[in-house]
Nanobody, 114 residues
Framework: QVQLVESGGGLVQPGGSLRLSCVASGIIVRDKTMGWYRQAPGKERELVARIMSVGITYYEDFVKGRFTISRDIAKNTVYLQMNSLNADDTAVYYC????????WGQGTQVTVSS
């Protein structure tokens, strides 16, 4: 059974940084394309960034240059380093495979506010 547990969210001021973590079990992140997604209130869930099994990374334009996706194979964990956060980044952040699995974890709330 696949389980993805996100953590690291919180309240941060505009311009601040957060690092999200996603600990995986039931899958090997090294063998999958893994993605970070987010869902803001009243909006559809959207892809933020993904990392391929070979380590190549892709970013949506709205986070390019600010966010970095990475992984620790030994820990079977995927990370999302988020810098220069702004109010538009406020959302619940989720990790999954790409394309995503049928079910989602609980996510981690990121709130950017002064």
């Amino acid at each position: 059974q696949v389980q993805l547990v996100e953590s690291g969210g919180g309240l941060v001021q505009p311009g601040g940084s957060l690092r999200l973590s996603c600990v995986a079990s039931g899958i090997i992140v090294r063998d999958k394309t893994m993605g970070w997604y987010r869902q803001a209130p009243g909006k559809e869930r959207e892809l933020v960034a993904r990392i391929m099994s070979v380590g190549i990374t892709y970013y949506e334009d709205f986070v390019k240059g600010r966010f970095t996706i990475s992984r620790d194979i030994a820990k079977n964990t995927v990370y999302l380093q988020m810098n220069s956060l702004n109010a538009d980044d406020t959302a619940v952040y989720y990790c999954s495979t790409w394309p995503p699995l049928a079910s989602w974890g609980q996510g981690t709330q990121v709130t950017v506010s002064s």
